[in-house]
């Protein structure tokens, strides 16, 4: 079959818009879901929660959480009716608090999307070589488990993103499924709660994260402005539920005054030791295996999300424009998902050489960060709401375009202030250690770049700068900025 040359207007299409029409709002909810890893969760995430914090609270946290971001995402999903793009917060911050500011916050979305899915690998290689020691008698070094794992998501990100959204179905309703038995079997009498939910909302909140992603997806779904609205509040309805109904069946099954000794000890073990009396091994076996997948679907929805970041920046060129370059096979934004490869494998490499531990320092530590940049997306994003409706509210009632995100707001402010103010508890160092000071002051320098490089296209590149947050609707001329160029997808 003979095709004809590429012209300008080709190459711009495909540098401009993903695949379209390819997803509904049960293929973004496996999205986000995979992405908040509910196994993952409760094996991992509520045992430190209970571990570290010494509070037996952590069932109503992740209750108390998930109203939260319900709140939050009224206004979330009122700002995705009217910005549509694969940027999520950036192209939101960009559009309500100004392109600058939407650079900075790209800057720092970029740092922590890579954080969580570039730290989930040490989870995923820990957990599937002590699977492989104890199931197979393998003692195998956890950077060959890891880079099977990098293997498999390199490929699948390359591939359409329906296909991805039916490998994460399968893997998520499996998982959901194992925890909700899990949880059945433990479930006994309620047990009074102690006071401390303040601590324990640190670790429950980064058991979220992942559920603002559906906006990442929205051009590629197939009816934007209600599968946005509809997936986000699915998905933090089922995880709130999930979490909040496991934990509680966790602290019942070992008594609320042993929770936290018993997640001391036994670690993310916890869950399967405490279904382990009512089930069979086989089923202990595959919650087992399960986990691992969870970390897997984890790893692959964060990818996604990374590289749809990388092509909303490119399009705009925030970023090199060979980041806006799409598959002309199937729409995949090709060169964000090979840069999130490589950048990955340099770290497992790394980390492997400097004879790092991959749980501590790269599965822990680097979540931990991940999630901080997100929170600190999600205060933005919520102030955004409020600025980019003052002006306009565009048919949007007033408790969605103000008393929501300004309630949330001041929410998830407080959340932020409390997670840098115990900063050296998530992570395990002493309250003098500069680390706990280090890492948000690393988010603080990374959103001042953004900003400076805003400023510099401004000066250098003008065309560039007007592009800045304007999403799917780039190829569409503004009333306060110069179309962009036919070329879109070449150099700035």
């Not at 496996?30 to 995430?45: D, E, I, K, N, Y």
């Not at 990388?310 to 806006?324: C, H, N």
């Not at 997306?377 to 995100?405: C, H, K, N, Q, W």
């Amino acid at each position: 079959m003979i095709t004809a040359p590429r012209s300008p207007a080709r190459v711009s299409n495909v540098a401009n818009t993903l695949a379209r029409n390819k997803l509904g709002v049960p293929s973004v909810v496996f999205f986000v879901m995979s992405a908040a890893a509910p196994l993952t969760v409760l094996a991992g995430g509520s045992t430190a929660g209970w571990a570290i914090t010494g509070q037996i609270s952590m069932p109503i946290a992740y209750i108390f959480v998930a109203v939260i971001l319900a709140i939050f995402a009224v206004g979330f999903v009122a700002m995705s009716r009217h910005v549509l793009g694969a940027g999520g917060f950036y192209a939101y911050i960009a559009q309500g608090l100004g392109r600058p500011a939407g650079t900075g916050a790209a800057f720092i979305a970029l740092m922590a999307y890579n954080a969580m899915q570039v730290g989930l690998y040490g989870g995923f290689a820990v957990v599937l070589a002590e699977f492989l020691d104890t199931h197979a008698g393998l003692n195998v070094h956890w950077l060959p488990c890891a880079l099977v794992g990098w293997l498999l998501v390199s490929i699948l990100g390359q591939l359409r993103v329906d296909l991805n959204g039916r490998v994460l179905a399968v893997l998520l309703v499996a998982e959901c499924a194992v925890a909700a038995l899990f949880g059945a079997v433990m479930i006994g009498h309620p047990a009074d709660w102690a006071a401390g939910i303040g601590a324990t909302m640190v670790t429950a909140v980064t058991g979220y994260v992942g559920f603002e992603s559906t906006v990442v997806f929205s051009e590629e779904t197939r009816d934007p402005r209600r599968t946005v609205a509809r997936a986000t509040f699915i998905a933090v309805g089922i995880i709130g539920l999930l979490y909040g109904g496991v934990a509680w069946a966790m602290s019942v099954a070992t008594g609320p005054e042993h929770i936290v000794e018993r997640a001391t000890s036994d670690g993310t073990q916890l869950i399967f030791n405490l279904a382990s009396p009512y089930v069979g091994n086989t089923i202990i076996t595959l919650g087992e295996l399960l986990f691992i997948t969870s970390l897997f679907a984890a790893l692959l929805a964060f990818h996604n999300t990374v590289a749809r970041y990388a092509f909303a920046l490119g399009r705009e060129r925030v970023l090199p424009a060979a980041f806006g370059r799409t598959s002309r096979r199937n729409s995949a934004p090709w060169a964000g998902s090979l840069a999130q490869s490589i950048l990955a494998l340099a770290v497992l490499v790394g980390y492997a050489v400097a004879g790092a531990d991959p749980y501590v320092h790269l599965f822990f530590w680097a979540t931990v960060i991940g999630g901080l940049g997100v929170l600190i997306l999600m205060v933005l994003t919520s102030a955004t709401v409020v600025t980019y409706f003052t002006r306009d509210a565009r048919g949007e009632s007033p408790y969605r375009v103000f008393a929501a995100p300004a309630l949330a707001t001041i929410v998830l402010g407080w959340v932020l202030y409390t997670t840098i103010k115990e900063f050296d508890i998530l992570l395990g160092v002493a309250p003098t250690d500069p680390l706990r000071w280090w890492i948000p002051a690393a988010y603080l320098i990374t959103a001042a770049l953004g900003v400076v490089w805003a400023l510099a296209l401004r000066r250098f590149s003008p065309d560039a700068y007007a592009s800045i947050g304007r999403g799917s609707n780039l190829a569409q001329p503004s009333a306060t900025s110069r179309p962009a160029p036919a070329h879109a997808g070449g150099r700035a």
